[in-house]
């Protein structure tokens, strides 16, 4: 469609362009359990009334948590508009605050539509389709949710007809690539507040601490702590929503059965084709139960499970230092497990064979033996850090102070706190079975392996070995020797590519934003999120002493269970004793009320003293007495000689 047919996005406002007039003229105000009223410009709202912004109101934001937390319920759309509300706060603060940056309200306009669109390209159950099942289904394609979203946001602009020109259309996809701050800034709040968790963390002081110095987003050094708690936050968050056992349990139930169904329903082919990916949702579960394909079979099997709470067993766990990660791969797969199990088991049946060990395996059945295979274990790692992988966060962030406000430098250590921890990030080792029946055999077997693990001595200081280079963006490379492999992609919806290229972007696609406001953008915007590069000198957490001990690893002492244990649901294992009741009463036909045998036991003892006063304690004690009852049964009965009535609790035994 030729671009003189079509509405220029950017123009819809015209005083959003004025460069005379502040502010715009018709305001949509949308109402946010975070941040109150959203003010958005006919500009946003042209985006945000579209087939594919609005798709985003069915995928949830915390992907399977919602199994654990029910009222995290949330949607990519409310998070996209609060980022874009942040990113707008933040684009209009520095316009305002320091007109030397030359910032245009159409540099506030981009900066907004980025923050609005960043998640366009989200699949269902958010990271759960980009980080695991893509990877399971097209392990050769290089791909993340970024890419869809560019695609999808090409999408919304021709198929709405809007228009946006070349130059500010590149300006805002390198944005989308680069990510922004305020993603993590409203995803911190609002997954906090979804659970009912109160945060102190002041994002509004922060927004208005940040100034662009040396064409970098640098914040008062009185903030830093709260930096750090934001980084914290970001860390607690994984440790116990994101990555919470039962959520990772779902997970794993949603992938195998996606990908049992895509050599029916092809899922994974869809995201090259952006009409078929905008109905590409959470929905797709209820698209597999529904249909009525007898190659769908296993699918649907496995989503019933889902419903009904027969969730895939977690075995065991363990969390290793940051250094073990690409160890830890080699050597806990599911293959070594069920090795492991089968070489003790074939040690407890030979004759000589310690007591200890036979006495181990004298109940485990040889059926079951034999039966355990890899595909009933699964092994999960899962990269847990503050946002900068073991590094600090804060080595990444520069500060001012009141003194000189013009002036960003890192801060030491001592400049913020002694008593920051030494490490910043972990890895946690899950290991589950998708039978419950292998339970404590695939325990067995892990920590067959786990004993022959040897724990790596940390690596040595990252000292550097020449000087830095400094490049033409303002920060400098360092020889920190990373982990050449990419951290795991997270759960969460915190974890983002790096921002290196967009710099590039900005230079070579939009005039206006190669000055300095583009690349404070393209780099302060990031400096919260995963960056490669640190902004002066070398990390000074990376040549901390590191308090990991090498050697072996030992057994979880609080996940130790028998050979043959098997869990039970606790709704499931009350569903089989009804039926045991029902069954063991219904063929005597028994009379309800008949052949009852009452017992109340009085835990009050009533005083026998002869004498009124003697009665009027007991009278007391009778009144507070509470009584017993095994079918929790209320029960109310008269006092002696009609006096005030006693209340408790009554067991009625069959």
Known sequence: MASNTRR???????????????????????????????????????????????????????????????????????????????????????K?????????????????????????????????????????VMPDKKWCHEDASRMMFDALLEENDLYLAPEDAAFVKALIMGDTSMCIFDYIARDSHAIDQKSNLSLTRLIYSSRVIDDEICYDI??????????????????????????????????????????????????????????????????????????????????????VRDLYSSVDFKVF????????????????????????YEQSKRTDAS??????????????????GPEHVIIDLTAMHHGMQDLNPLDFVKFYSKHNPDKGITANPDDVSVTLPSAFGEIKLRVYTRESRFFGLVQLGYREVLRNFQIPPPPPSREPTEPAEEHDSGSIDLPLELDPEPVDPLTPPADTPTASSSPVALASGRGRAAGPFGRAVSM????????????????????LDRSVVAGRAVDNQFTTVAPTYKPRSPTRAAKGVK?????????????????????????????????????????EREEDSELDLELDRDFEADGERGESKIRGRKRTKV
């Not at 759309?77 to 933040?90: I, M, N």
């Not at 929503?241 to 029916?264: C, F, G, N, R, S």
């Not at 302060?524 to 040549?543: D, F």
């Open 222 to 307: 009185k903030d830093a702590l709260q930096i750090f708690e934001l980084c914290h936050t970001r860390m607690s968050l994984h440790k116990r929503i994101y990555t919470h056992k039962t959520a990772k349990a779902v997970e794993y139930m949603i992938v195998d059965a996606l990908t049992k169904a895509e050599p029916v329903m092809h899922i994974a082919h869809r995201l090259e084709n952006p009409k078929e990916y905008l109905y590409l949702t959470d929905y797709i579960q209820t698209e597999i139960e529904a249909s009525k394909d007898p190659r769908l079979a296993e699918a649907q099997a496995i989503m019933h499970r889902i419903r």
């Open 355 to 372: 007591a200890k060990l036979k006495d181990l395996f004298k109940d485990v059945g040889e059926e079951d033996a034999m039966a355990l």
């Open 579 to 619: 039926r045991e009741r029902e069954d063991e009463g219904g063929g005597e036909g028994e009379v309800e009320g008949e052949r009852k045998e009452v017992r109340v036991e009085v835990t009050g003892v009533v005083a026998a003293e002869e004498g009124e006063a003697g009665t009027q304690k007991g009278k």
């Open 96 to 136: 305002d605050s320091q007109p030397s940056l030359r910032i245009t309200q159409r540099d506030v306009q981009c900066v907004t539509i980025a923050g609005l669109c960043h998640d366009l390209g989200h699949g269902p159950w958010s990271h759960v389709w980009d980080s695991m099942f893509i990877p399971a």
């Open 524 to 543: 302060g915007m990031a400096a919260l999120g995963t960056r490669a590069r640190a902004p002066v000198g070398r990390s000074k957490s990376a040549m």
């Open 321 to 344: 230092p940051w250094h073990c990660k690409s160890k830890l791969k080699e050597v806990f797969t599911p293959e070594r497990v069920v090795n492991g199990f089968r070489r003790l």
């Open 8 to 94: 220029m996005l950017l123009e819809l406002d015209p005083r959003w362009t004025d460069e005379k007039i502040e502010g715009s003229t018709s305001v949509r105000r949308f109402k946010d359990s975070i941040h109150d009223y959203l003010p958005f410009g006919p500009t946003i709202c042209a985006i945000i009334d579209t087939p594919q912004f609005q798709r985003l109101r069915n995928i949830k934001q915390l992907g399977t948590s919602y199994y654990v937390w029910p009222g995290a319920s949330h949607n990519r759309f409310e998070h996209c508009l609060g980022v874009a509300y942040l990113a707008q706060t933040l684009a209009i603060h520095l």
